[in-house]
Structure formats: structure tokens, C-alpha cells
């Protein structure tokens, strides 16, 4: 297969927009923004990586938006109520248009959150929204839209209803997945055309003017925007700089303005050479290896348990990464709100050569030897640090036995995630960044209301009831004991592997102002400003 290069398309947005890290005279103030792959969707309600809800937060706001630091501040509501019980929140909208001048309304908001739970949306989590009464049986066709905890009570206010207290439900808000969209311009163009840029409608302080596969998004002031002088930047290019090495000269040589990832192993080498360019904070990424229980060998519990031991997590992150990101022994770190237990692997401790022992003694009991020998396939997409450790992680797992042999496939970001949504693969890279600073964040991607996007396909109703009673439970330690509880039987289960947390890092030129380094992995461009250094 020919993947698609950074250098290559680089040369073309080059033509493109007159002179790389030139702005056009016509394009006024202009960011050139890395953004590490190429989009799948700019539809707020199906935009499923990291990098497509970046732009998304351009075009969008919900009822909340991040901040500079990634908190949320307020967005189309300009103020909001709490009932003391946590259950209910009223929000008071701000007098704001769509780009084509048709009013923002509670409706909008309403019906948006509708079609967000709609699963012919395919919204890859709509768990994010089932803290609101009826969102499941919603989801899951089991109750009709109108029973949604969702009411507009006139043109500007809306009330949501809960049926347990979410104290992150603003965090929610502000995410693509339940951001108010443009229903009168899809209903007239349909859910697939609706984001081409001669179609598109948005609320937010930029609107898509152009996007070129594999080259560049390029987005401008919306002059409808409810505050237009509030954004510094009249127009920011998003660039796929799958090839991070060369993402990193471009930046160093003023040709991007920022970069949202840099290699680890470029970390020391950066930070001595330039270390104006690094903005790098612990990060709340956890880097993991999803397996396939719905298939041999994965359906087998020790099958699993032989792989997620077999991985040298200590090496990965000294060697491999140079130490600029730490070895995971447990799904999320430590310092999460409402993280109180002490859920950890249980053979973390124990030397590379004893589990590999047991590995091998795992999967010999499973059935796998030398008459009856193991092959798989890893997959991993071209980004984040996995073309430097896919080789490693083959290392590790075939050092397991002669019998045990692994194969490396890689497909472009938006490939690989679909191939483990549709359960194409045997073990695959993964990465999860929870949505909200609580425990509950990391853990809800592998319940069963996660549905097709749980990849591993493991479920067991005891894990998701112990979900369940924690958001019930007032009491935080009687509910960090439930969330432990549950990230133990996790990890033991294996069907989700954790191999290291990774730092937040980005490079960012000299002339970029208000870039705030923080773990949530949210810098819109809105808060951002270019000046002449550099």
C-alpha cells in the first residue's frame, strides 16, 4: 500500500499559499497550524480523532467552550444554574447567529442533541451524553427522542435533566460530540455534503473556506460570529504532518507556526537546540494495545494476559522514548480526580524473563506450541511514537517462543480506526484521552455502552455494574473504591493493554502568542495570536 508523505504534500501547499510560513497579503493575520493526519469527517457528531476535533473546535462551539488552559468558559450559553441535587442545569443561551445569519436558538440545541444520539448519526460516543435522562435507551432505540432529558423552554433557554450528577458535565458540553449543529442546512444537503465548504454553516469563530485532501484545511474569520474581534487570527491553515520528524525542521526552520506532537525521542535533542519551540507538560494519554476477544487466539484470557505481560514497558519508555514519556502499569495515572485505589498489573514488578516464562506457560495452557503455533498481526497507524515501537513490540511479543511469530501492518489514522471499529485486526496500537478529569473518563471507552467502539468487543455485565453503582454513589471514597474496583478487573481482563502515558507536546514558532501548554489537548485557534518574531 502507498501511504501519503508529509514532504510530498508539502511541496504542494507550498504553491498553494504563495510561500510556506509567508501569509498572504489577502489572508491578513494567518497561523499555520500542524495537525498530524488528515481528517475522516468535519461533522462535529462524527468526528472520532483528537486531530478532526481540533478543527472542529474552530467551526463550533457548544454550550460551553475551552479556554486558553482547555477548562471550559461559556460559549452559546453566557450563564447557566445548577439545582442543588446536581440533576438539573438550566442554561441561558447569548443572542448569537449561524454564519448564514439564521438565529442560534434552544431548539438547535435540542434537536442537535437529538441527532447526536440518533445511532444513524454513527456519533462514535454517545456515552459521553448518558448521564442525561433517557440518553441510553435513547441511543439504543429503546425510547423515543422526545423522551430525552433535553427541553427548550423558550427561544433562549434550555434545561437539561440528568439522571445521576455529572460535576463534568460541562466538559462534556463543550465537546464536538454535543455541539449544537446546522440541521435546516443538513436537512438540505444531506449528512455527508453538509461539510463541503461551499455547504457548510457554522457557530464558531471561523468557517471553512477550503480543504484539499492530504494538503491543507484552510479556515477564515466568520464575520457572523456573536464576538468577530475576539479572534486575533484571520485565517489558519491546518496541515496533516503525519511525518513528525519533518513537521519538526519546518517548524524549527519558521515554515509551521506550530506542531501539535513532536517525536520523543527528539525531546532532549530539542530542548538543547531549541527549547524557545518546546511546550511539553505530563500528559494524560494513556498509549495502549487493543486486542480482538471476538476472534481466536484473543477470545482466550490468557492469550491476553501472555501479551500484555510479554511487553517490556520499562525498555519502551527509557530507551525507546528516551524517557520523555512514563511506563504504564495501570489505565490511567495516578493524580485523575477521583482515582483513590491502587489498581496496578499485578506482575509489573517481576523481571522481563520470569513473564516471559509465564507468557509462555499462558498460552502453551491455551492451547498454542510448537505443533500449533501462533501467528498475529499488529497494526498501528503512522503517528504518535508507533513507527518507532511497532519493531519493539514485535521484538516482545515473538520473543515469547520460537512458536509465537508477529506481523506488522500499517494503514493511514483514519484507515486503522476503522479496520478496529469493523473488527479487522488482531492486536492494534490505541490511545485514549479521556474527556473529562475524572476516573470515570478513562474507564467508559471499555463498557458496553461503548458499543462498537469498545474495539477489544469484551464485555461483562459485572464490570459495567460497577460503573454503574459509582454514579449513584455521593460519597467519593465509597465511589473511587467502585472505579478501582473496576480498573483492576481491566486490567486483569487484558483486553485493553496499557504500554505508557504520553506527555502533551507541541513545538510552537515565536510568533505565535497564547499558546497555553496543558494535559486537556485543546488550543483553539480563537485564544491564539501571531506576531512578528521569528
Known amino acids: 500500500m502507498t501511504h501519503w508523505t508529509y514532504r ?103 434537536m442537535s442533541l437529538r441527532r447526536t444520539l440518533d445511532a444513524a448519526t454513527l456519533n462514535p460516543f454517545p456515552a459521553l451524553l448518558f448521564s442525561i435522562e433517557n440518553a441510553e435507551a435513547v441511543n439504543a432505540g429503546e425510547a423515543a427522542p422526545e423522551t430525552l432529558g433535553a427541553e427548550a423552554i423558550d427561544a433562549q433557554t434550555v434545561r437539561l435533566t440528568l439522571q445521576y450528577p455529572a460535576p463534568y458535565l460541562l466538559d462534556v458540553l463543550m465537546q464536538s460530540t454535543a455541539v449544537p449543529v446546522p440541521l435546516h442546512v443538513i436537512a438540505e444537503h444531506g449528512g455527508d455534503q453538509w461539510t463541503r465548504p461551499e455547504n457548510m454553516v457554522v457557530s464558531g469563530p471561523y468557517r471553512l473556506a477550503a480543504w484539499r485532501s492530504f494538503e491543507h484545511i484552510r479556515l477564515v474569520r466568520n464575520e457572523a460570529f456573536h464576538d468577530p474581534a475576539a479572534a486575533c487570527i484571520d485565517t489558519v491553515y491546518y496541515y496533516p504532518t503525519a511525518d513528525t520528524a519533518a513537521a519538526e525542521r519546518q517548524v524549527r526552520n519558521g515554515e509551521l507556526d506550530l506542531n501539535t506532537d513532536y517525536q520523543a525521542s527528539s525531546d532532549a535533542f530539542l530542548r538543547r537546540e531549541a527549547p524557545e519551540l518546546v511546550r511539553s507538560v505530563p500528559g494524560r494519554v494513556l498509549r495502549m494495545l487493543t486486542v480482538n476477544t471476538a476472534r481466536p487466539p484473543f477470545d482466550d484470557a490468557r492469550a491476553r494476559q501472555a501479551m500484555a505481560m510479554a511487553i517490556d514497558r520499562d525498555f519502551i519508555a527509557n530507551q525507546v522514548l528516551a524517557g520523555a514519556d512514563m511506563a504504564a502499569v495501570q489505565f490511567m495515572p495516578d493524580d485523575v480526580n477521583g482515582r483513590t485505589g491502587p489498581a496496578r498489573l499485578s506482575w509489573a514488578d517481576e523481571p522481563m524473563e520470569a513473564r516471559r516464562i509465564a507468557a509462555r506457560a499462558l498460552l502453551a495452557e491455551a492451547g498454542w506450541g510448537p505443533d500449533n503455533p501462533l501467528r498475529l498481526t499488529f497494526s498501528h497507524q503512522p503517528a504518535a511514537s508507533w513507527p518507532r515501537l511497532a519493531p519493539v513490540i514485535q521484538s516482545d511479543l515473538s520473543a515469547i517462543a520460537p512458536w509465537v511469530s508477529v506481523e506488522i501492518e500499517t494503514a493511514d489514522t483514519p484507515i486503522h480506526y476503522a479496520q478496529m471499529q469493523a473488527g479487522d485486526f488482531d492486536i492494534a496500537s490505541d490511545g485514549w484521552a479521556p474527556y473529562f478529569d475524572d476516573a470515570y473518563g478513562y474507564l467508559m471507552v471499555t463498557e458496553s455502552a461503548a458499543g462498537e467502539y469498545n474495539y477489544s468487543r469484551w464485555t461483562d455485565p459485572a464490570y459495567d455494574a460497577l460503573l454503574t453503582r459509582s454514579h449513584f454513589e455521593l460519597n467519593p471514597d465509597a465511589r473511587g473504591a467502585l472505579l478501582a474496583e473496576a480498573e483492576q478487573m481491566l486490567l486483569d481482563s487484558a483486553h485493553y493493554i496499557p504500554v505508557f502515558f504520553e506527555n502533551q507536546r507541541a513545538l510552537v514558532g515565536p510568533r505565535v502568542e497564547g499558546w497555553v501548554a496543558h494535559a486537556a489537548v485543546i488550543n483553539p485557534t480563537r485564544w491564539l495570536c501571531v506576531g512578528e518574531g521569528g
Open 8 to 110: 510530498g504534500a508539502l511541496a504542494a501547499i507550498c504553491l498553494v499559499i504563495a510561500a510556506c510560513g509567508q501569509s498572504a497579503r489577502e489572508d491578513g493575520r494567518v497561523l499555520h497550524r500542524g495537525n498530524s493526519i488528515e481528517p475522516g469527517t468535519l461533522d462535529p457528531h462524527r468526528a472520532l480523532i483528537t486531530n478532526e476535533q481540533a478543527i472542529v473546535y474552530d467551526l463550533f462551539l457548544g454550550l460551553a467552550q475551552p479556554g486558553p488552559d482547555g477548562r471550559p468558559v461559556p460559549g452559546l450559553a453566557d450563564s447557566w444554574t445548577v439545582s442543588e441535587d446536581g440533576l438539573e442545569w438550566v442554561f441561558h443561551l447569548r443572542e448569537a447567529n449561524w454564519s448564514d445569519g439564521e438565529p442560534i436558538t434552544a431548539d438547535d440545541v435540542v
